[in-house]
């Protein structure tokens, strides 16, 4: 159904077209009348106009009775050319107001006499708006399109329109009841603030309907037989676009709720009060082709008619003068599997920290689950988390090792400490003495030595570190994404302790959860893995499931917890970013990851799982697992408190595993990947 709105309108400078010369017969008087009458219709203000057969003042009272609707908007107004023929002249007006998107634009045409010296406008009520007569005045309808839908795979429904009931005080049914007392008792019921609500409900006005919360009306337990118990309280039915559960991938959907005068400002006249508008994430992100177009009129009506009176005229006494057709928004497609997103919301539940999920498909860089825990407190971690990735970064450490010649078979040296440049590295509490000294780059691998990798630090500059990062999609773009992420930082410059550090995923290397999972998938795929979350982002309103292999720029912010850093070695910056843009295709500096190289490191990831410290994942029915654990320390405590990670692999799934201060990935991170793996099946 319309709903009325008001209406914003930008407000422009005064344009006159015509520029005349005062000359003898009096055209520059008319000029000047000419310029008065425009410029009060641009202001809305014609008090000063002098006008014959009106008084100026009753004129603008008229003006303002016939455009109270449309205020505080303000048209644009352009003068033609003026035309005097003695003590007449004619001026065309060409008047234009914004609507939204759209420009309503229609010509007037003034008539202009000389009393005496002085030149006065003719009135005549058609001066304001097209065919206007004196008993009529503007009034505008506005009618929303319902709010497209946010698909997953399959095109399963994420979010949709759902049914809720709006719970609140009627102050028009409380009868002689006091608003203070059922506010209150609806306030305990429903959970609420008591006093904040009661204040809300006695400051309203006798016919409000004082909304206390919005209740989804699947699985509501405050019944309707609660809410009519108490004097004056009611359950509204509505629908709203809602996901599955009130937190179902909320960071990466975002949500959708009424427009703050904030959003409506910025909005440029798009959205008005009352409007809906995505908040956060996708829903954000493409707003505007979920949202749609209003459809809008402007029509002159009689006031003051009864019901009665406007249905026994034409059109319901409505003469359209401008009409905008409403056009549907376009369904948003994306990847997310439902089942898997559910499962990692319901895994990372009774996380405390800050952690993540990410599962995505190597096959095709689908991204099937991107989840951020409770601790999260509505920050998207997954996608956007800026962390040191610890040792789950020698995946990359392992592919410079064997471009340079090595495999996994060839001997590195696992001392138990090791020091560069004054400062002291050593193994991960409990490191087994039987992998220390000459061992085999698998076993360096599965049981994580950091001194093995950060000995080989001679052999893989930083330059390589970066480009190597690249090769298994690290800060590699992603253009078919769809969505803001953090795609990864790798320095391409450091030396000393920074480089050491680096080399066991410390110092100023940052990776997203999202980004973690790339890696592994690219090792699982054989090549280089692109992450695709939206499939149509380029859809336009109107157009349902258009399908588009393109996307706009993503650009991942980070998180308030984002520093990182190894002991000694500089703090990563918060503000440290990777881009995900609008390119033909992902670029990586230095050579693609070829099958051999990831058969390569494939078999040391196995070798976690078969000799490592990750043999809990042996008992992941189906496909092998393979996987590397990571433990990143961080802030300046002693002894650090570290990050746990864990990335896997598991036939055509690629997952990646976090939580923020939560000690060993092997103990902290690894069961919550191993319940995942084994509820995927």
Same mark, same amino acid.
């Given at each position: 159904?319309?709903?009325?709105?008001?209406?914003?309108?930008?407000?422009?400078?005064?344009?006159?077209?015509?520029?005349?010369?005062?000359?003898?017969?009096?055209?520059?008087?008319?000029?000047?009348?000419?310029?008065?009458?425009?410029?009060?219709?641009?202001?809305?203000?014609?008090?000063?106009?002098?006008?014959?057969?009106?008084?100026?003042?009753?004129?603008?009272?008229?003006?303002?009775?016939?455009?109270?609707?449309?205020?505080?908007?303000?048209?644009?107004?352009?003068?033609?050319?003026?035309?005097?023929?003695?003590?007449?002249?004619?001026?065309?007006?060409?008047?234009?107001?914004?609507?939204?998107?759209?420009?309503?634009?229609?010509?007037?045409?003034?008539?202009?006499?000389?009393?005496?010296?002085?030149?006065?406008?003719?009135?005549?009520?058609?001066?304001?708006?097209?065919?206007?007569?004196?008993?009529?005045?503007?009034?505008?309808?506005?009618?929303?399109?319902?709010?497209?839908?946010?698909?997953?795979?399959?095109?399963?429904?994420?979010?949709?329109?759902?049914?809720?009931?709006?719970?609140?005080?009627?102050?028009?049914?409380?009868?002689?009841?006091?608003?203070?007392?059922?506010?209150?008792?609806?306030?305990?019921?429903?959970?609420?603030?008591?006093?904040?609500?009661?204040?809300?409900?006695?400051?309203?006005?006798?016919?409000?309907?004082?909304?206390?919360?919005?209740?989804?009306?699947?699985?509501?337990?405050?019944?309707?037989?609660?809410?009519?118990?108490?004097?004056?309280?009611?359950?509204?039915?509505?629908?709203?676009?809602?996901?599955?559960?009130?937190?179902?991938?909320?960071?990466?959907?975002?949500?959708?709720?009424?427009?703050?005068?904030?959003?409506?400002?910025?909005?440029?006249?798009?959205?008005?009060?009352?409007?809906?508008?995505?908040?956060?994430?996708?829903?954000?992100?493409?707003?505007?082709?979920?949202?749609?177009?209003?459809?809008?009129?402007?029509?002159?009506?009689?006031?003051?008619?009864?019901?009665?009176?406007?249905?026994?005229?034409?059109?319901?006494?409505?003469?359209?003068?401008?009409?905008?057709?409403?056009?549907?928004?376009?369904?948003?497609?994306?990847?997310?599997?439902?089942?898997?997103?559910?499962?990692?919301?319901?895994?990372?539940?009774?996380?405390?920290?800050?952690?993540?999920?990410?599962?995505?498909?190597?096959?095709?860089?689908?991204?099937?689950?991107?989840?951020?825990?409770?601790?999260s407190n509505g920050y998207d971690t997954a996608m956007l988390g800026q962390y040191a990735p610890g040792s789950i970064f020698k995946i990359v450490d392992s592919l410079a090792l064997i471009r340079g010649g090595m495999t996994p078979d060839s001997k590195v040296d696992c001392p138990a400490t090791l020091e560069v440049?004054?400062?002291?590295?050593?193994?991960?509490?409990?490191?087994?003495?039987?992998?220390?000294?000459?061992?085999?780059?698998?076993?360096?691998?599965?049981?994580?030595?950091?001194?093995?990798?950060?000995?080989?630090?001679?052999?893989?500059?930083?330059?390589?570190?970066?480009?190597?990062?690249?090769?298994?999609?690290?800060?590699?773009?992603?253009?078919?994404? !769809?969505? @803001?992420? %953090? #795609?990864? +930082? $790798? *320095? /391409?410059?450091?030396? &000393?302790?920074?480089?050491?550090?680096?080399?066991? =995923?410390?110092?100023?290397?940052?990776?997203?959860?999202?980004?973690?999972?790339?890696?592994?998938?690219?090792?699982?795929?054989?090549?280089?893995?692109?992450?695709?979350?939206?499939t149509n982002p380029d859809a336009p309103a109107g157009t349902p499931g258009t399908p588009s292999g393109t996307t706009s720029t993503a650009t991942g912010s980070a998180s308030p917890a984002a520093t990182a850093s190894s002991g000694g070695s500089p703090s990563a910056s918060s503000g440290a970013s990777s881009t995900?843009?609008?390119?033909?295709?992902?670029?990586?500096?230095?050579?693609?990851?070829?099958?051999?190289?990831?058969?390569?490191?494939?078999?040391?990831?196995?070798?976690?799982?078969?000799? !490592?410290? @990750?043999? %809990? #994942?042996? +008992? $992941? *029915? /189906?496909?092998?697992? &393979?996987?590397?654990?990571?433990?990143?320390?961080? =802030?300046?405590?002693?002894?650090?408190?570290?990050?746990?990670?864990?990335?896997?692999?598991?036939?055509?799934?690629?997952?990646?595993?976090?939580?923020?201060?939560?000690?060993?990935?092997?103990?902290?991170?690894g069961p919550l990947l191993k319940e995942f793996l084994t509820g995927a099946g």
């Amino acid at each position: 159904m319309g709903k009325k709105h008001i209406l914003t309108f930008g407000l422009t400078g005064l344009v006159l077209a015509a520029s005349l010369v005062a000359c003898d017969d009096g055209r520059s008087g008319a000029q000047d009348a000419a310029n008065k009458l425009a410029s009060g219709l641009s202001a809305l203000d014609v008090g000063a106009v002098p006008f014959q057969g009106k008084e100026s003042s009753a004129a603008n009272d008229r003006l303002h009775e016939a455009f109270k609707a449309l205020e505080p908007a303000k048209p644009t107004v352009h003068g033609g050319d003026l035309t005097v023929d003695k003590d007449t002249a004619t001026l065309p007006l060409d008047i234009s107001w914004t609507i939204g998107g759209s420009e309503w634009k229609y010509s007037v045409s003034a008539q202009l006499k000389k009393a005496g010296d002085t030149w006065q406008t003719v009135w005549k009520p058609d001066l304001l708006a097209p065919g206007l007569t004196d008993t009529e005045v503007l009034a505008t309808s506005t009618q929303a399109p319902q709010r497209a839908d946010i698909l997953g795979a399959g095109d399963v429904p994420l979010v949709t329109s759902r049914p809720v009931v709006n719970v609140g005080i009627d102050k028009t049914t409380l009868g002689g009841a006091d608003p203070a007392a059922s506010a209150a008792k609806l306030a305990a019921l429903v959970g609420v603030d008591p006093a904040g609500y009661t204040q809300q409900v006695q400051a309203a006005g006798p016919q409000a309907f004082v909304a206390a919360i919005t209740l989804r009306q699947d699985g509501r337990t405050v019944t309707d037989e609660q809410i009519a118990a108490i004097p004056g309280a009611r359950a509204i039915a509505d629908a709203l676009p809602l996901a599955p559960t009130r937190t179902f991938a909320r960071a990466v959907l975002g949500s959708v709720a009424e427009a703050s005068a904030e959003q409506i400002e910025k909005s440029g006249g798009a959205l008005k009060n009352g409007d809906s508008t995505g908040t956060g994430g996708l829903q954000q992100q493409y707003d505007a082709r979920l949202r749609g177009t209003d459809g809008v009129q402007v029509f002159a009506q009689v006031p003051g008619l009864t019901p009665e009176q406007r249905q026994a005229q034409p059109n319901a006494g409505r003469r359209m003068l401008f009409q905008v057709a409403m056009k549907p928004g376009a369904p948003l497609k994306t990847t997310l599997d439902p089942k898997l997103q559910q499962l990692a919301e319901d895994t990372l539940a009774k996380v405390g920290p800050a952690s993540a999920i990410v599962a995505l498909r190597p096959s095709s860089g689908a991204v099937l689950s991107a989840a951020s825990g409770p601790g999260s407190n509505g920050y998207d971690t997954a996608m956007l988390g800026q962390y040191a990735p610890g040792s789950i970064f020698k995946i990359v450490d392992s592919l410079a090792l064997i471009r340079g010649g090595m495999t996994p078979d060839s001997k590195v040296d696992c001392p138990a400490t090791l020091e560069v440049d004054g400062r002291t590295f050593k193994n991960a509490e409990g490191y087994p003495a039987s992998s220390l000294g000459s061992v085999a780059l698998r076993d360096a691998f599965a049981h994580s030595c950091n001194t093995a990798f950060i000995n080989a630090r001679d052999k893989v500059s930083q330059a390589q570190l970066e480009s190597t990062a690249a090769s298994l999609g690290v800060g590699v773009d992603a253009p078919k994404l !769809g969505a @803001a992420a %953090f #795609l990864g +930082s $790798v *320095p /391409g410059q450091a030396g &000393g302790t920074e480089h050491a550090a680096s080399m066991i =995923g410390q110092g100023k290397v940052l990776l997203s959860p999202l980004v973690a999972a790339v890696m592994a998938g690219s090792v699982a795929k054989g090549a280089p893995v692109s992450p695709v979350l939206v499939t149509n982002p380029d859809a336009p309103a109107g157009t349902p499931g258009t399908p588009s292999g393109t996307t706009s720029t993503a650009t991942g912010s980070a998180s308030p917890a984002a520093t990182a850093s190894s002991g000694g070695s500089p703090s990563a910056s918060s503000g440290a970013s990777s881009t995900a843009t609008s390119t033909a295709a992902p670029t990586a500096s230095g050579t693609p990851l070829t099958p051999a190289e990831a058969a390569s490191l494939a078999d040391m990831m196995r070798a976690v799982i078969t000799s !490592g410290h @990750a043999g %809990f #994942l042996a +008992s $992941v *029915p /189906g496909a092998p697992v &393979g996987a590397k654990t990571g433990t990143a320390e961080f =802030g300046s405590d002693n002894p650090p408190k570290t990050h746990a990670w864990i990335v896997a692999t598991h036939g055509d799934l690629a997952v990646a595993v976090f939580v923020e201060d939560g000690g060993l990935g092997a103990t902290t991170s690894g069961p919550l990947l191993k319940e995942f793996l084994t509820g995927a099946g």
